[in-house]
């Protein structure tokens, strides 16, 4: 499926719901980053999320929480590249976001954290330590004064 029709069956609520899992919402938030600054992608983005959630009968499976920080770490690994890249690339280079058990969301968040009515409702900050690694793992040495 090419990425014009992703957005455009995503949008219009035509995409069957078990053809948009974690790697397409990956993608799909990819697409909107690359069309609109990243606020408005965020707001356009969750909008349709919203909607597309909605329209196969499961309103409650939005999570603000997961959604807002998906869009933050997608945008923070497209501007790191330095350079236009295509999904294509990006999925390659970043594999990391495309986990969704055990995914990248655990390095910041406890369970019982994002398993709340709280962060499904609104964007709830990260609650666990970080800065002491990498993207890829690595850990930072971290330097004190």
């Known amino acids: 499926m090419t990425d014009h029709e992703l957005i ?4 219009n609520g035509m995409l069957p719901n078990d053809c948009f899992h974690h790697r ?16 408005e992608a965020l707001q356009a983005f969750s909008k349709a999320l919203r909607r597309f959630a909605e329209a196969h009968g499961k309103p409650k499976l939005y999570h603000e929480t ?16 330095g350079k236009k890249q295509s999904w294509d690339e990006f999925a390659r280079n970043n594999t990391d ?18 398993a709340s009515d709280l962060a ?9 330590p970080t800065g002491r ?13």
Do not use: S
């Open 8 to 11: 455009e069956q995503f949008e």
């Open 97 to 114: 976001l495309l986990t969704w058990k055990e995914g990248i969301l655990t390095r910041y968040y406890r369970v019982e954290t994002l």
């Open 133 to 145: 690694t990498e993207p890829d793992g690595h850990a930072i040495e971290i330097e004190e004064e």
């Open 24 to 39: 397409e919402h990956v993608r799909a938030a990819f697409l909107y980053l690359t069309k609109f600054p990243v606020l």
């Open 120 to 128: 499904r409702t609104i964007f709830v900050f990260p609650d666990l």
């Open 66 to 81: 997961v959604t807002w920080a998906y869009v933050f770490l997608i945008q923070e690994r497209m501007v790191r590249a």
